[in-house]
């Protein structure tokens, strides 16, 4: 995003840096209250909800109703304020209508399998950095391990602790157009995962589809094991 705009006929937008910073926040934290921008990004919450304000005006970023997990305590839950398909737009994306054109003419000429072929070779990062990282930080849980070698390719991916296991979260996704055109992106992305780990993972969430965040749950059985073996 650029760190500051001009206004036409006035002077420089000073708070345009801060309101990219509370963007890139959401982007790499996922959808995020005022109230943990503020404490992140060590701002004042008034200064945060004006932040916010003119980023939901702009289409940046949406409020949505808080997920909350287990038991719920009185009253209403926190808004959480998750990025727009514009508001991810305003950061770079890898993949622009050439891929989906380049794609479209693959499927055409070659099929499904062909595009399924091509999305596992994209892929093949995944299980070519999964070795190098756990072998250089063998502390790393395996979810860990994946979170690091998806942010590298700029997924912003963090981890999530579940009473079932890790979830491994994805707040960004540099070819999330294209994936909705073709799922096989995602597809291959959940086997790579499924396939360094050794186990069955589930996908329940993708940004492709319209969620705020992709997500991967690993089973608490699999972060045991390879432990274990570390």
């Known amino acids: 995003m650029r760190p500051t705009t001009v206004r036409a006929g006035g002077p420089p937008d000073t708070d345009a840096p801060t309101r990219d910073r509370v963007a890139r926040s959401i982007l790499e934290n996922g959808?995020?209250?005022?109230?943990?921008?503020?404490?992140?990004?060590?701002?004042?919450?008034a200064a945060v909800r004006r932040h916010l304000d003119h980023l939901a005006d702009s289409g940046t970023v949406e409020a949505r109703d808080?997920?909350?997990?287990?038991?719920?305590?009185?009253?209403?839950?926190?808004?959480?304020f998750a990025l727009t398909d514009a508001g991810r737009d305003a950061f770079d994306q890898q993949y622009d209508d050439l891929a989906v054109q380049a794609l479209r003419f693959l499927a055409e000429t070659g099929g499904d399998d062909a595009v399924m072929e091509f999305a596992r070779r994209r892929v093949a990062f995944v299980e070519r950095d999964y070795a190098s990282i756990t072998e250089q930080d063998p502390s790393l849980s395996p979810a860990e391990a994946l979170a690091r070698v998806f942010t590298a390719e700029g997924y912003a991916a963090s981890v999530r602790d579940l009473p079932i296991g890790d979830q491994l979260c994805q707040q960004h996704c540099p070819v999330s157009h294209v994936a909705h055109e073709f799922p096989q992106l995602c597809e291959a992305e959940t086997e790579a995962i499924g396939r360094v780990l050794g186990t069955h993972v589930q996908r329940l969430a993708t940004i492709a589809h319209g969620d705020g965040v992709c997500t991967t749950c690993i089973p608490t059985s699999t972060s045991s094991t390879q432990k274990e073996k570390a």
């Open 31 to 45: 959808p995020s209250t005022a109230a943990a921008l503020a404490d992140r990004l060590d701002l004042t919450p």
């Open 66 to 80: 808080q997920k909350v997990y287990g038991s719920r305590g009185r009253g209403r839950p926190a808004k959480v």
